[in-house]
C-alpha cells in the first residue's frame, strides 16, 4: 500500500468516525433544522414544554428519527426533549407510527416530506473507500 492510499484510509476512518453514532453520542445532524423548517417553528420551541398541536407533532417526529436512524437510548432521547422518561418517549413513537401507518391526512404530508428528505440525504452518502479502490 503506497502512502496516498495510506493516508486516504485514514481520511476514510475520519469521515466515518464523525458520520457514524454510537449508542453513547446523539448526532449533530441537521434533522432538526429541517424539522423546524417543514414546520415553521423554532427549535427552542420543540424544546419547551408547549402543548401547540404542530410544535407537539414535531417534537415526537424528532423523537421518531433518533429511535429510528440512530442508536440513541430512549432515556437520552427523552432527556434532550424535555421529557421525565422513556415511556414519553416510546409513546411519541407509537404516535407517530400511527400516522404514518394510517396516512392521516392532517399530519402524514409534513412527516412524508421529512422521511423522504432523510432518505435521499442518506442515498447521496457513500462509502469512501469505494472511491479509493
Keep these: 500500500m503506497n502512502q496516498l492510499q495510506q493516508e486516504l484510509e485514514l481520511l476514510c476512518d475520519c469521515i466515518q468516525k464523525r458520520t457514524i453514532t454510537s449508542d453513547t453520542d446523539i448526532p449533530q445532524d441537521n434533522f432538526e ?14 424544546k419547551s414544554k408547549t402543548r401547540k398541536q404542530g410544535i407537539i407533532i414535531a417534537r415526537k417526529l424528532c423523537m421518531w ?7 440513541t437510548t430512549l432515556k ?13 418517549v416510546l409513546s411519541a413513537i407509537r404516535s407517530i407510527n400511527n400516522i ?7 399530519f402524514y404530508p409534513n ?7 432523510i432518505e435521499n440525504e442518506k442515498r447521496k452518502t457513500i462509502d469512501c473507500r469505494e472511491i479509493i479502490n
Design 33 to 46: 433544522k429541517l424539522i423546524c423548517h417543514i414546520y415553521g417553528t423554532k427549535l427552542s420551541y420543540i
Design 76 to 88: 437520552k432521547i427523552g432527556f434532550r426533549y424535555g421529557q421525565k422518561n422513556h415511556a414519553t
Design 111 to 117: 412527516i412524508e416530506l421529512f422521511i423522504k428528505t
Design 65 to 71: 428519527y433518533l429511535k429510528n436512524y440512530t442508536k
Design 100 to 106: 404514518i401507518d394510517t396516512k392521516d391526512k392532517k
